[in-house]
């Protein structure tokens, strides 16, 4: 079973299905019906198991293509361009204006 971290404990976290947005993956890309372990601080010693989830959509998008609605239901109470600021600093800037994100619906496996 792959990881999926998470650098912040998204109050999405707590929902029964949530969204997360990523780059792809240049080894192995995530698969729908793919079951991951969620973790905080992956690369950390503070490493935090938060549960199990299985991925039960993907959909390719454009960063571009991010509204207002999808950004605050991932976390981002001022919308796409508060989301657009955090994705820019936390990835190459480069990669994300050429190459579209995967929108990963996941929910937690009880």
């Not at 240049?26 to 690369?43: F, K, N, S, T």
């Not at 454009?62 to 919308?79: C, S, T, V, Y």
Request: proline share 4%.
């Amino acid at each position: 079973m792959r990881v999926l971290g998470f650098s912040k404990k998204w109050p999405k976290l707590q929902q029964d299905e949530f969204t997360t947005f990523r780059l792809t993956r240049l080894d192995r890309d995530w698969e729908w019906g793919e079951r991951v372990q969620i973790v905080y601080h992956a690369r950390s010693k503070d490493r935090e198991v938060l549960g199990v989830a299985d991925i039960i959509r993907k959909e390719q998008v454009w960063i571009d293509d991010i509204n207002d609605f999808e950004a605050q239901l991932d976390g981002f109470p001022d919308g796409a361009k508060e989301m657009i600021g955090w994705l820019n600093k936390a990835h190459d800037p480069a990669r994300l204006d050429h190459e579209p994100l995967s929108k990963l619906t996941l929910r937690w496996r009880k």
